[in-house]
């Protein structure tokens, strides 16, 4: 039923984070045996949704964890403790960053208004500037200041 080729590991969509997937589907997307599955929830490396009947369900976001444990642990030979520190750090990076952006946005001053944004908020209007006559077919413009 669930059919799975190399091909079909390669076009998994990794965007999303609904759980759908069963153990047995989750263990051949990410090409691990699902007692593994098992153990990492387990541990706290990956924590997927769970069914009515307390089975777990997979979403791809999980699938694509499940991937990197894989190949932090094959290629890079990181223990599955490392893996879990690794992971808990990226966490709070990415908390800390959006904290500094957010925190940037409400401590930068704002962007000047273009002269452009000025004329459609109708709050000034352009005028031919009428100061001294400059050589050649320039145009100036200026802002009426009240």
Do not use: C
């Not at 000047?112 to 006559?133: D, F, N």
């Not at 413009?141 to 009240?146: A, G, I, L």
């Amino acid at each position: 039923m669930f059919g799975l080729s190399a091909d079909d590991q390669g076009s998994y969509d990794p965007a999303d984070d609904t759980p759908v997937h069963v153990i047995s589907v989750a263990a051949k997307l990410s090409g691990l045996h699902p007692q593994t599955l098992r153990q990492y929830d387990r541990i706290g490396l990956v924590s997927p949704g769970r069914a009515v009947g307390r089975g777990r369900r997979y979403s791809a976001r999980d699938i694509r964890q499940l991937r990197r444990i894989q190949q932090l642990t094959q290629d890079q030979g990181i223990n599955l403790a490392g893996i879990k520190r690794i992971t808990e750090l990226e966490a709070t990076v990415a908390e800390l960053q959006q904290l500094l952006t957010d925190l940037q946005a409400a401590v930068a001053p704002p962007a000047p208004p273009t002269p452009t944004a000025l004329v459609r908020a109708r709050q000034y209007s352009l005028v031919r500037y009428q100061g001294p006559q400059q050589p050649g077919p320039l145009t100036t413009w200026r802002f009426p200041v009240s």
